[in-house]
């Protein structure tokens, strides 16, 4: 069976076992999920499906949603952190060697340990954290510890990552299709990101806004009735901006706008 087949088993045996809804936060014998203070475990099952299928699938912008940044990577030469998508999508197959994949897709969701600290993969190969944003939970990778060898290489040709934005309803991925093009894929949340987008638009602007330090990337897309602008924030912006957040997400349609940080 391969890593596919068995992520996919593994993510029928979980919606078997765990029905939608439940309010127990108890996953095995090693792990509650209160523990880490959350309410219920539906976030976390989301969670897990979409990581075991993420990394089946090497899917580099699934992955951007489910790690937080920056991203600790414990190596016995050196600690290195991922701070942004980019990083994570050159860096992916390094970061995600085959022991690392093996230490989540083999995992059954029964022998997940939990401490107060966070929720163990592999027996601390992988470690998640619970975050708390606009009301909503939400699990991310926060560290990594790599084994001395067996990185792979990455794999050439993929369409390189711009930005991704974690907004209240939507999750945002941006990548470049060429030189100050670039194209949107948009997911309406709970919808996962492994599935085909919501809302896919090919061709889109890339610009920047601001100046020296200041200068900001921003993306422009249009349909026949909407447009949206995601602004990519690198340290300024214009008012307050919630803690956390990376960006903005603009959607205009019949004369209305609306905005979404992202996360």
């Known amino acids: 069976m391969n890593a596919r087949s068995r992520a996919l088993t593994a993510s029928l045996l979980i919606l078997g076992a765990q029905p939608a809804g439940a309010g127990e936060t108890v996953l095995g ?130 369409p390189e990552l711009r930005f991704v934005c974690d907004a209240q309803k939507h999750r945002v991925v941006i990548d470049a299709v060429a030189r100050g093009r670039a194209r949107y894929r948009s997911w309406t949340k709970p919808r996962p990101v492994t599935d085909p987008p919501d809302v896919e638009i090919a061709s889109g602007s890339e610009d920047f806004e601001g100046t020296g330090s200041c200068t900001q990337p921003v993306w422009k897309f249009e349909t026949a009735d909407r447009a949206y602008l995601v602004r990519e924030h690198v340290g300024c912006a214009e008012g307050p901006v919630p803690e956390g957040a990376t960006g903005e997400l603009y959607m205009s349609a019949a004369g209305k706008e609306r905005r979404w940080w992202c996360y």
């Open 29 to 158: 014998r090693s792990c509650d999920l209160a523990w880490v203070g959350a309410r219920d475990k539906q976030a976390f099952l989301t969670f897990d499906r979409e990581l075991r299928v993420a990394l089946s699938e090497r899917d580099a912008a699934a992955m951007a949603f489910l790690v937080s940044f920056p991203l600790r990577i414990n190596h016995a030469r050196a600690v290195m952190r991922l701070d942004n998508a980019r990083a994570v999508q050159a860096r992916l197959a390094e970061v995600f060697p085959p022991a690392v994949r093996s230490a989540i897709l083999e995992q059954s969701l029964e022998t997940i340990s939990c401490r107060y600290a966070g929720i163990m993969y592999g027996d601390g190969r992988v470690w998640v954290h619970l975050v708390r944003k606009e009301g909503s939970q939400r699990y991310r990778i926060a560290v990594i510890n790599l084994p001395s060898d067996g990185a792979e290489r990455p794999t050439p040709g993929e």
